[in-house]
C-alpha cells in the first residue's frame, strides 16, 4: 500500500484528509478523509485492548452469546496499523438488484466492495466494542 502517515495515522495515498481529530490524552486519534468519493475516519487504537466489552450486565460472552470469530488477519491490521477504518456510508445495492436484510448477503455485499488499498468487511463485535472504548477513553463520550 502505498500511504501516507500523517501524525501516525494511517492515510491512503490518494485520500483527502478532511478534518483531524485529537484528544487532550492521547494527541492525534482519528482522521476524517475522502477517500474514492467515500467518506471514511481512521480511529487510532493502539491505546486500548481490542476486547468484547459487556456494556450491559447483562450480556453474556460465551459460545453461544454474543461469539464471534474474528479473523486472525483481522485483528493483525488492526495491531500493525495502530487502529481501522470505518466508512458512514451505508452498503447499498444498485437499483436493478433486490436489496435483502440477510446477515450472509450485507457479508457478500462488503467483501464485494473494490477499494484499492483496503479490505472491506463488516465491523466485528470487537470493533463496535472498541469504538465504545475509544469514545470514552478519548472523552468525547462518558459511559453513562
Not at 31 to 55: H, N, Q, S
Request: glycine share 4%; charged share 30%.
Amino acid at each position: 500500500m502505498t500511504e501516507n502517515r500523517v501524525f501516525e495515522l494511517r492515510v491512503p495515498a490518494c485520500a483527502v484528509i478532511e478534518k483531524i481529530i485529537s484528544s487532550p490524552k492521547y494527541g492525534v486519534v482519528a482522521a476524517t478523509m475522502k477517500y474514492l468519493g467515500r467518506e471514511i475516519t481512521f480511529f487510532r487504537t493502539d491505546f486500548l485492548k481490542l476486547e468484547r466489552v459487556a456494556w450491559d450486565a447483562a450480556e453474556i460472552f460465551s459460545e453461544t452469546w454474543f461469539h464471534e470469530e474474528v479473523p486472525a488477519e483481522v485483528l493483525e491490521s488492526v495491531r500493525k496499523n495502530h487502529g481501522f477504518f470505518l466508512t458512514k456510508d451505508f452498503l447499498e445495492k444498485s437499483e436493478n438488484e433486490k436489496t435483502g436484510s440477510n446477515y450472509e448477503e450485507a457479508v457478500q455485499l462488503a467483501e464485494s466492495l473494490e477499494i484499492p488499498e483496503l479490505n472491506a468487511t463488516l465491523p466485528y463485535g470487537v470493533i463496535y466494542d472498541t469504538l465504545g472504548k475509544w469514545l470514552i477513553e478519548t472523552e468525547f463520550l462518558t459511559e453513562q
